[in-house]
Each structure stands twice: as C-alpha cells, then as structure tokens.
C-alpha cells in the first residue's frame, strides 16, 4: 500500500509505441482526471498516471515521495499515455537520487504537457526526460513552469536530466529554473537526441556557479546566470534582475524593472497558451523565462 500515492495501470498496454507492453492491444483509460489531492509521505510515486489517454492531472500537491523504495521513482509522471496535461500542481520533498525528480517523460508519452506548475526542493531534481528501450516518446512540451532550489548530485542526473533511449521532438520553453546547490548540473543529457531548450531563465548557485552538462540538446534563446551553455548562439549571459537573489518562493522569481529578459523572448507561435505561470497574459512580445509581466 505505500508503494504509490496515486496511480493507474492496465494489462492491455501493447502497441507499436509500446510493442512490449502487456496484453494483446492498448486500450487507453480515457475520462480520467486527477484533481485537488494531498499526497505525502509516499514510499515510491507520488502520482503516476498510465495507459491513458487525454488525462488530466491538475492543483496536487505532493510533499515527499521515494522515501523507502530502492526503485525508481518520480513526483508527478505517466507511462504508455499520450495527450497528458498537467497543471497547476506543486511537487517538493523529492528523497533520493535514483531519480526523484518532480515530473518525467518517459516510455511511451507522446504529446504530453507540462505548464503552470511549480518543484522545489528535490533531491532528484526538476525534470526527466527518459524514454524506455524499444518504446517510442515524442512531441512533449514542458513549458511554463518553475523550479527552486531543486538538485541531483548523481552522475548523469541534474536538475533537468535527459537519459535512457532516445525521445524525439521535445521541447522545454519559457521555464525559470534556479538552483542554490553548486554540486548539481542545471543540465545533463548523457548523449540523447530531440531535446530543443528555448527562452528559459537557467541561474546556477552563487559565486561556484552550476555547470550545463549537454553537448547534445539544442538551445536557443535562453538567459544564463551562474552558469553557461557555449552551445546557444543566442545566449542572454546575464543576471536576469529576479525580485530575489536567494529565491524561496515563485514571486521571488517575477523579473524587476530592467531584467535583460524582459522583451526577449523569442518562442511566439500558438501553442494554446493564453497566460503564463502568474496569470499574465501572453502578448505578442514574450520575456524569457516563466514571468511574463512588465517587471513592475
């Protein structure tokens, strides 16, 4: 009974995504919404939804997960589902460093989304992307979110960790990410492919700084503080001006009056996001980074 806190499964899980999946075919769990829920204490997932389609995960809070399993676990996560949105969930007190990150894409999510939510304070870090062997993952969008203080300090993980077998066409965009921790990676991407990072606010620790461990991903367009990825050629490296140095909580990271970040933006098409993780709408001119306010 401790081994999730919520979480769904079927024995017909088999398609071409999924060619060793159980039963005979994928008969996706479809109407499922996953909502308002308190989840704590939990020996492995927090949340994790599976063969599902269309599925809705939205306003959880999970506080402390993988606290006794030796397996591997994560916050908020889905398997062999496709069409997956979650929003406005907060994840912390991730255990561990056999991942324990807050949200995952992994085996067999296809066109899954991630916006509006907010990690701190795991020890597995923010994000993983990890695609299951012989599986097929591709077209996911994690954007909109925020991460404090979040860290793995476990070769190859990081705060984001791209690993396992390859996943195709996903895009991570207009998240702030900021970390206190100097003996993480902001990222690490142990040598996969289709990972495309685009108008996010990456701040590494004060003073020693927090490397970007990714000659693989493509990026462009971001802001680096603390940190560095030589790889974007249109790299912001500059402070991004937040409302805190030492952030703890989500408004501490709403840019101030002068941010090089403001106006910069570069990721303008019609995702069908209307406003960002505060509230704000999205106007034709975009910041970098999850606040797009005035920086007033």
């Not at 949200?103 to 870090?125: A, P, T």
């Not at 077998?165 to 100097?182: C, E, G, K, L, Q």
């Not at 990456?202 to 000659?215: C, H, K, L, R, Y």
Request: charged share 20%; proline share 5%.
């Amino acid at each position: 009974m401790d081994r999730t806190g919520i979480g769904t499964s079927s024995t017909w899980g088999r398609r071409p995504e999924h060619p060793e999946g159980p039963g005979t075919s994928w008969e996706a769990i479809t109407g499922l919404t996953i909502r308002g829920n308190d989840v704590r204490d939990v020996g492995g997932d927090g949340i994790v939804v599976q063969n599902a389609r269309k599925a809705l995960v939205e306003r959880n809070y999970v506080d402390g997960f993988n606290m006794r399993s030796a397996g591997y676990n994560a916050g908020i996560w889905a398997w062999n589902s496709d069409d997956v949105l979650y929003q406005y969930n907060e994840v912390t007190g991730g255990h561990g460093t056999r991942d324990s990150m807050a949200f995952d894409f992994d085996g067999g999510n296809n066109r899954n989304v991630y916006r509006y939510n907010y990690s701190h304070d795991n020890e597995g870090g923010f994000l993983l992307v990890c695609n299951g062997a012989g599986m097929t993952t591709r077209g996911n969008r994690f954007h909109d979110n925020v991460s404090i203080n979040d860290r793995n300090t476990t070769d190859p993980y990081a705060v984001i960790s791209v690993v396992c077998n390859p996943s195709t066409d996903t895009r991570i965009y207009r998240n702030t990410v900021v970390t206190d921790r100097a003996d993480t990676a902001l990222v690490s991407n142990n040598g996969q492919t289709g990972t495309t990072f685009e108008d996010n606010v990456f701040v590494g620790a004060a003073g020693a700084g927090s490397p970007i461990e990714d000659t693989i991903s493509t990026y462009r367009n971001n802001l680096y503080w603390h940190t560095a990825q030589p790889r974007d050629p249109e790299a912001v490296n500059a402070d991004p001006l937040l409302r805190s140095a030492a952030p703890r909580t989500p408004d501490d990271l709403r840019l101030r009056p002068g941010s090089p970040a403001l106006a910069a933006g570069s990721v303008t098409e019609d995702d069908g996001t209307r406003h960002d993780y505060f509230g704000n709408p999205l106007t034709a001119t975009r910041n970098i980074g999850a606040d797009q306010g005035s920086g007033k």
